[in-house]
């Protein structure tokens, strides 16, 4: 059974930082590509960035140039860079490791950026 535990949000003032993290247990996960959404309530979840097993780099345009997504492979964990943090990018974040068979979800993590 794989789980995803995710952790690092919280509350955060307009222009400030928060890393994410995600934790995945079971077996070696180097052959999967990660990936980081969001939602907030009444919205389908969007994508926020995502990383190959080659750690290609894709972002979604509203967080390119303030957010990064990295992988440690030997910690079977993804994480996410967040700065410069607007009250738009209040939601909840939810990891992702998938291939062509699998998906898994993480639970989400509230991140909340207010002043």
């Known amino acids: 059974q794989v789980q995803l535990v995710e952790s690092g949000g919280g509350l955060v003032q307009p222009g400030g930082s928060l890393r994410l993290s995600c934790a995945a247990s079971?077996?070696?996960?180097?052959?999967?590509?990660w990936g980081w959404y969001r939602q907030t309530p009444g919205k389908q979840r969007e994508f926020v960035a995502i990383i190959t097993t080659r750690g290609t780099t894709n972002y979604a345009d509203s967080v390119k140039g303030r957010f990064t997504i990295s992988r440690d492979n030997a910690k079977n964990t993804v994480y996410l860079q967040m700065s410069s943090l607007k009250p738009e990018d209040t939601a909840v974040y939810y990891c992702?490791?998938?291939?062509?068979?699998?998906?898994?979800w993480g639970q989400g993590t509230q991140v909340t950026v207010s002043s």
């Open positions: 992702s490791l998938f291939n062509s068979r699998d998906n898994y």
């Open positions: 079971g077996s070696i996960f180097s052959s999967y590509a």
